[in-house]
C-alpha cells in the first residue's frame, strides 16, 4: 500500500506541475483580451494615404493637420495656401506637392517605411474584419461599452452622436460592410483614448466625416475618404481607390515623436497559439503517465 501512495502522490504532483506549466505559459503569452489591435509604426501618422497610381490627397480650406502625413507612392499632395501639416513623409522616390509652402515640417521621400505601414494597416483591417463580434445597430445618442468588436449591420448608414466607455487598458473595433457617414459628436469616457478605438471600413465602401467632431482611429483602406468641416482627435488612414479629400477641418494627431507601441492590445502571436498547443499536448502526456502510473502492479506484501 504505500508503494501505491507513493505513487499516486507522485502522478498526482506531476499534473500539478503540468497544469501550473500550462497556467503560466498561458498568461504570459496571451493578451488579457482575445482578439484587439496594434496600429505599429503607424501609432506615428495623423494621416496615412494608400497607393494608388493617379489619385491625390487634397488638404483644402484652411485645415490644420498637427502630425506626420504619410503618402504612398505616386500620389499626389496638394495643399493651398491656407491650410497647413507637420511632416510630410513619401514613400515615392520623386515626390509632387503643389502648395507645399503649406508643408510646416519637414519632407522626407524614399521612405519604404510608409508603404509597408499601408501594407500592415490593409492586413489590420482585413483580419478585424473576420472577428467573430457582437452585431449593433446605430442609433442617435448612443451609448456603447469598450472592451469588444462590434459588426455593424448594413443598415447602419450614418453615425450620429456616439459615447464609447472604456478604462486606459480598453479597445474598441468597430467594423462596417457599408458606406457610412459620421456626422455627430463621439465622446470616449472612463480613460480609454483615441489610439485604442478603430473604426474599420471594410470592402470599397466610402467613409464620410462631415461636419463632425470624433475621436479615433479611421481606418478604410480601399474606399473613398471625405472629410469636411469637422475635428478629429485620432488619426485617418486609407483611401486607396479613390481620393482622400480633407477639407475645412483639423486633425490633432498623435505628435512626431510618438512611439509605435501607443495602441498596445494585441492580436495572439502565431508562437503564443503553438506555446499553447504544445502546452496542452504536454497536459496530455502527464495525464497518460498517471494512468499508466496508476496501473502498475503493486508488489506483494511481505508476510
Known amino acids: ?14 499534473v500539478g506541475v503540468c497544469v501550473a506549466s500550462l497556467a503560466l505559459m498561458l498568461l504570459s503569452q496571451s493578451p488579457c483580451f482575445a ?4 496600429l505599429g509604426d503607424a501609432a506615428n501618422y495623423a ?22 502625413v504619410g503618402i504612398g507612392a505616386d500620389r499626389l499632395l496638394n495643399i493651398d495656401s491656407s491650410s497647413y501639416i507637420g511632416n510630410a513623409v513619401f ?5 509632387e506637392a503643389n502648395g507645399n509652402t503649406g508643408i510646416h515640417g519637414s519632407v522626407s521621400y524614399g521612405n519604404s517605411q510608409v508603404a509597408n505601414d499601408l501594407t500592415y494597416l ?9 472577428s467573430k463580434g457582437n452585431e449593433i445597430d446605430f442609433s442617435n445618442n448612443q451609448t456603447i ?16 452622436n456616439l459615447t464609447i466607455k472604456g478604462t486606459s487598458s480598453d479597445y474598441v473595433v468597430l467594423n ?4 457610412v457617414t459620421f456626422n455627430g459628436t463621439i465622446t470616449l469616457t472612463g480613460g480609454i483614448s483615441a489610439n485604442q478605438v478603430l473604426f474599420n471600413i471594410t470592402g470599397n465602401n466610402a467613409l464620410t466625416i462631415a461636419s463632425a467632431n470624433v475621436e479615433g482611429v479611421f481606418l478604410d483602406p480601399n474606399g473613398a475618404i471625405s472629410m469636411t468641416n469637422s475635428v478629429l482627435t485620432g488619426s485617418l488612414f486609407g483611401g486607396d481607390s479613390s481620393d482622400l479629400t480633407i477639407s475645412g477641418s483639423t486633425i490633432n494627431g498623435p505628435s512626431s515623436d510618438s512611439v509605435a507601441a501607443a495602441a498596445s492590445i494585441h492580436n495572439p502571436e502565431p508562437a503564443a497559439i503553438v506555446l499553447v498547443g504544445t502546452g496542452l499536448g504536454f497536459l496530455g502526456i502527464c ?3 498517471r494512468r499508466r502510473k496508476s496501473r502498475a502492479p503493486v508488489p506483494p506484501q511481505a508476510a
Open 1 to 14: 500500500m504505500a508503494m501505491v501512495n507513493r505513487l499516486k502522490s507522485t502522478s498526482g504532483k506531476v
Open 91 to 95: 514613400a515615392g522616390v520623386v515626390f
Open 176 to 179: 462596417f460592410s457599408t458606406n
Open 47 to 68: 494621416v496615412l494615404a494608400q497607393t494608388t497610381p493617379n489619385s491625390s490627397v487634397t488638404i483644402s480650406n484652411s485645415s490644420k493637420i498637427s502630425g506626420n
Open 35 to 38: 482578439t484587439g489591435f496594434s
Open 122 to 130: 490593409t492586413n489590420l483591417s482585413q483580419g478585424l474584419a473576420s
Open 145 to 160: 461599452q469598450a472592451g469588444k468588436v462590434y459588426n455593424v449591420t448594413p443598415n447602419s448608414t450614418s453615425v450620429g
Open 287 to 289: 495525464a497518460v503517465v
